[in-house]
């Protein structure tokens, strides 16, 4: 599908906070926004925007240090610092009331976040692979080992000095094979080696396992018990073969006024399933009140 949403050509800039955001922005009306996780970008969102950008004001941004927007001279790319810095880029772009977020890994998290703090802003969030509840002793065991090495000093050779992540990401977390343009765009934010990939670890470290680190542990808790018990609409998107599994999938879909769909994909569901997904998307959207 063709949009000015699938162009990096499109990407606007807004300054935030001490740095600066890129993101697309596409349509008119209520906002709809598209929150990316790890290592992505908004490039993320380009196969699924056009499914919905006569429905409103779809805007994707790159969370601070990716994609194009700035890096952080502090290098402090924590949770804390990408909730303040999208909690700023809401308030400058005007996204404040009747707000549909689709989130997925830890922009899925960033708008539970977002949303918990927002209630009356909310209009529905669409969410998959995505962290849905903090976790103590029954985390994956190859999960817990990849965070593990993460925190390593060998760990972080390997991802700022090294391809490890970035293969695993792009290389083993689609069922379709990545085309070559399309791989070179998500690489293209990380050719700098050394502290220009700071934001990918920092994300991998962020992952709580045993609690650790605490902050995150009771922001993920907090949002968590919250969407247990909001009436805001949501759409669950479930990938057949994603990390979303087990115990995690079956207590998120308890939470109330929730709609479900369910697609042939692992964990970038956006690029094995963007056909399905956003048609269903769509649907959800229009029977939104």
């Known amino acids: 599908m063709n949009s000015e949403a699938t162009s990096n050509k499109a990407k606007r800039t807004t ?3 001490d740095s600066f955001m890129a993101y697309q922005e596409v349509g008119e009306g209520d906002p709809i926004l598209f929150l990316h996780g790890n290592p992505m970008s908004s490039f993320l969102w380009r196969n699924i925007i056009p499914h919905v950008q006569d429905l409103g004001r779809c805007i994707a941004p790159d969370l601070i240090g ?3 927007s700035g890096r952080l001279e ?4 924590r949770y804390a610092t990408h909730r303040a810095y999208l909690e700023s880029f809401c308030e400058v772009l005007d996204i404040r009331e009747r707000v549909v977020l689709v989130g997925h890994d830890w922009g899925g998290a960033l708008g539970f976040d977002w949303a918990q703090a927002h209630p009356g802003a909310m209009r529905g969030i669409a969410y998959g692979e995505t962290l849905v509840h903090p976790t103590v002793g029954d985390e994956p065991a190859e999960r817990t080992e990849l965070v593990k090495f993460c925190r390593s000093d060998e760990g972080e050779e390997a991802i700022l000095f090294g391809d490890f992540l970035l293969d695993i990401f792009l290389r ?3 069922l379709l094979p990545v085309a070559a343009d399309v791989e070179q765009e998500y690489r293209r934010p990380w050719l ?6 700071r934001p990918i670890l920092t994300w991998v470290q962020e992952v709580p396992t045993f609690g650790d680190p605490d902050d995150v542990y009771r922001i993920i ?3 968590a018990a919250w969407m247990a018990s909001s009436s805001v609409p949501k759409l669950l998107i479930v990938s057949t073969e994603g990390q979303l599994a087990g115990p995690h999938l079956e207590l ?4 109330p006024n929730q709609s479900e769909i369910t697609v042939v994909a692992k964990h970038f569901f956006q690029e094995d399933a963007a056909q399905m997904v956003g048609p269903a998307l769509r649907r959800w959207i229009k029977g939104l009140g």
Do not use: A, F, N
């Not at 700098?192 to 990939?197: A, H, L, S, Y």
């Open 221 to 223: 808790d907090r949002y």
């Open 252 to 255: 998120c879909r308890t939470w």
């Open 172 to 174: 083993q977390s689609t």
């Open 66 to 68: 990716m994609g194009d």
């Open 192 to 197: 700098e080696v050394g502290e220009g990939r």
């Open 15 to 17: 300054d935030v906070l």
């Open 74 to 77: 502090s290098g402090d790319y």
